[in-house]
């Protein structure tokens, strides 16, 4: 059973920085397995933020339009996946998802339909 538990929203300025964790669980019961973070803004689709594959520490994406300022990483010891995320922008707003499913999926190519498990969300708001 896969759960993800996400932490690190809040409000900031613009400019500013906050650093989301995903606590997983379950999923390393996969041989083969994907984590990632999505967002969803108030009135638009979800997107994909980021996304990593098992097995190769290069085997990761940071979607173009947050490129520079995201970063994501992975704390093997505690299941936690982190996305560091600096110079928000008020655009950054916007509810944010940690996802997981059991496959491997190409990283450059951040789909919703790909990923099974789903946490609550954090929301973020930077204004």
């Known amino acids: 059973h896969v759960q993800l538990v996400e932490s690190g929203g809040g409000s900031v300025q613009a400019g500013g920085s906050l650093r989301l964790a995903c606590a997983a669980s379950?999923?390393?019961?996969?041989?083969?397995?994907?984590l990632g973070w999505f967002r969803q803004a108030p009135g638009k689709e979800r997107e994909g933020v980021a996304m990593m594959n098992s097995g190769r520490t290069d085997d990761s994406n940071v979607n173009y339009y947050v490129r520079g300022r995201f970063t994501l990483s992975q704390d093997n010891a505690t299941n936690t996946l982190y996305l560091q995320m600096n110079g928000l922008k008020p655009e950054d707003t916007a509810m944010y998802y940690c996802?997981?499913?059991?496959?491997?999926?190409?990283?450059?190519?951040?789909?919703?339909?790909?990923?099974?498990?789903w946490g609550q969300g954090t929301q973020v708001t930077v204004s």
């Open positions: 379950g999923y390393t019961y996969f041989s083969s397995y994907c």
């Open positions: 996802a997981a499913d059991g496959r491997r999926w190409f990283v450059y190519r951040i789909r919703e339909a790909d990923f099974g498990y």
